[in-house]
């Protein structure tokens, strides 16, 4: 059996997609969560792309141990500089660097010559080399390149000193066979093919990332690179979730295993879907709602006889939690305590206390508080660790199709107590003016705001989402309640919150 190493981009591909972008707190959340699932790679973010970004790749080295700690690179000397300043402290550091190889890209986009391209892959590859010894490189848009061109380039990244070479399918063009065929090429014609591991970086945009990625691996790929939930570019990247699930179930068939943690996949998937203020699509293979879920009359006749008659994985297999515990206004501390741990959370005494807390208001609020529920306290206790600023006392709104909408909102700061009153269209709207009051006085821009519930039911907690625009400046916030109301206002407050300190 051959082994793959997992290497994931959900901080670096996933985040370019749009509305992913994270805080430092998150990335570093996220990158535990890689770790703990035992992911080989974590490409920590683009540290030349800004100042955030090399702070968290910085800051990601330094807490990372088990798993190699990647920066992304273009082929130019400032980039690998800043590679390399902030993966150097990493226990396992790499630079990964990067130059297209298509003829429309170094026509249109780099406007170079093929022979340029070589050099920069030369003096790139070395130049990363002098200062870290995994060096991985990575010909952009590599299956839309011609054959004998991309054979040299990696051959010339192989001959400079690369550890890795990378196969990218940029743009999701591929197909599996051609995939498999360009594999096979490259291990065929490439003289020093042997000194190098071979990845591919499979983009989604026909739906085949995950079926390429696995081509790939059957003509010779031993590292694939993904991201969790498979966000990323445009239609995405390979899902992490669905390679490492189709390694393990058709392992035989494949040849190969990787060591990631499948257990740990449920999880992370949902931490990064709740970073990103995102619901998974319930149909979405291995973590949607419905990946489990036998609807037909004849599948969950089957399935009672015989799991394995319509469930080809299990639910436990991806740490998915089974028992259905209903916590209420009875459940005591020991309960919340023993069902987050079945959900996978450690926390400490004083964690546990304020998250106990917070269930104890909702289970006065609502009959049940159920797994989701649950999760989406200890989120939002972590969000609003990390917005220091106002808070919200007391608002009251008053709302009709015959009056105009007001709104009267109490917040504190420290220990200083403010109050104003303002109209609105809509008692949100009034509300938001209201705070805007408070603040500063200036209107700030609701670029987007959504609401949806956590659970089923009338009692159902709300979470709000919304993106605040004030000058240049974007932030997004979040806010939960059993009201939609107090939703809303607690989102608009913590991104305000996010705006004033940045
Ligand atoms: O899609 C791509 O080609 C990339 C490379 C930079 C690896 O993300
Ligand atoms: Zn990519």
Known sequence: ????????????????????????????????????????IVEAGFAIASPGDFEAVKAIAGILKECTVASLARAIHKDIDAAYEAVKGAALPRIHTFIATSPVHMQYKLKMSPEQVLEMIEDAVSYAKKYCGDVEFSAEDAMRSEPEFLAKAVYTAI????????????VGYSTPSEMAQMISYLKNHVENIDKAEISVHCHNDLG??????????????????????????????????????????????????????ATKIYQTSRLVYNILGLQPPLNKAIVGQNAFAHEAGIHQHGVLANRETYEIITPQSIGLPTSRMVLGKHSGRHAVESRLSELGYTLSKEELGQVFQSFKELADKKKMVTDRDLEALLKHKKVEEQVEGFKLERFTVNSGNYVTSNAVVRLSKGDKLFEEV?????????????????????????????????????????????????????????????????????????????????
């Open 1 to 40: 059996m051959k082994r793959i190493k997992i290497f994931d981009t959900t901080l670096r591909d996933g985040e370019q997609s749009p509305g992913c972008s994270m805080h430092l707190s998150e990335k570093l959340e996220i990158a535990r969560a890689l770790e703990r699932m035992k992911v080989d």
């Open 159 to 170: 001959k400079a000193g690369a550890t890795v070479v990378n196969i990218p399918d940029t």
């Open 208 to 261: 085949m990332a995950v079926a390429n990625s696995l081509a790939a691996i059957t003509a010779g790929a031993t590292q694939v690179e993904c991201t969790v939930n498979g966000l990323g570019e445009r239609a995405g990247n390979a899902a992490l979730e669905e390679i490492v699930m189709a390694l393990q179930t058709r392992k035989n068939l494949f040849g190969a295993y990787c060591n990631v943690d």
């Open 422 to 502: 303002a109209i609105g269209d809509g008692p949100i709207d009034a509300a938001y003016k209201a705070i805007d009051k408070i603040i500063d006085g200036k209107p700030r821009t609701l670029e987007n705001y959504s609401i949806h519930s956590i659970t089923e039911g009338e009692d159902a907690l709300g979470e709000a989402v919304v993106k605040v625009k004030s000058g240049d400046a974007y932030a997004t916030g979040r806010g939960l309640s059993t009201d939609v109301i107090e939703a809303s206002i607690l989102a608009y407050l913590n991104a305000v919150n996010k705006l004033l300190q940045d």
